[in-house]
């Protein structure tokens, strides 16, 4: 094919190409490369049903495995984003990160199997199994093993700490924070802080809920203040 800069190592490696500025490295890596430009993927079967996707950088066992048209995305780890397919602007760093999102876009997750399940858009995740159940959720924010674990399509849900929201929580409500290990919150609209046991204590609030309706303002609980 007439095509410039172009590095290929590996049996079935870039079979069908027709794009510039690709390396792939690894048995089957982008065998179906089409119309996208300036893409690297390295390992077996990265990238393999790319066809128009451009810029996508994928490093790992069948990383990235089924994208076709998506583009701007960073994978890094086995079967890390594998079933993308036209989701742009993802990144995803650890053993099945993002493994399930297909068309979901600007999402970031690092550790196993963060954001395993996804397929919203604009949601952040650092630990392993962070948002390991969400499925159709969008802007959420986990920092912590197994954060927002147990959410399954919560929108605007910030938890933060091991085991923050994994546990007792609200799995499809939004507008929530949890800050604390195995904290959780059960009412949309409200914060939560502490440890398994006390997920309401705060220092100034606390064994209780505050409200983050402007609207409604209120603070309930044991000592609450």
């Known amino acids: 094919n007439d095509v410039s800069f172009v590095t290929a190592i590996g049996d079935g490696t870039l079979k069908a190409n027709n794009q510039n500025s690709i390396v792939a490295i690894g048995h089957r890596a982008m065998t179906s490369a089409n119309t996208g430009t300036q893409s690297?993927?390295?390992g077996t079967f990265?990238?393999?049903n790319n066809l128009g996707g451009s810029n996508n950088t994928g490093t790992g066992f069948e990383v990235m495995k089924a994208n076709t048209t998506g583009s701007q995305n960073t994978a890094n780890g086995t079967q890390g984003s594998q079933n993308n397919q036209t989701g742009s602007n993802n990144t995803s760093g650890g053993y099945r990160a993002l493994r399930l999102n297909v068309n979901g876009n600007l999402n970031a997750a690092f550790g196993e199997s963060a954001l395993l399940q996804s397929t919203g858009n604009n949601n952040t995740a650092n630990g392993a199994e962070a948002f390991f159940n969400l499925?159709?959720?969008?802007?959420n924010v986990g920092a912590g093993f197994n954060s927002g674990g147990v959410a399954t399509s919560t929108n605007n849900f910030i938890a933060i700490g091991s085991g923050a929201g994994?546990?007792?929580q609200k799995v499809n409500g939004s507008n929530m924070l949890v800050v604390g290990k195995n904290g959780y919150v059960t009412t949309d609209g409200y914060m939560g802080f502490g440890s398994a046991g006390f997920p309401y204590t705060h220092?100034?609030?606390?064994e209780g809920e505050l409200s983050t309706s402007p609207s409604n303002f209120t603070i309930s609980g044991t000592n609450a203040s």
């Open 46 to 48: 990265a990238l393999t």
């Open 166 to 168: 994994a546990t007792g």
């Open 203 to 206: 220092a100034f609030l606390g």
């Open 40 to 42: 690297t993927a390295v």
């Open 135 to 139: 499925t159709s959720g969008s802007d």
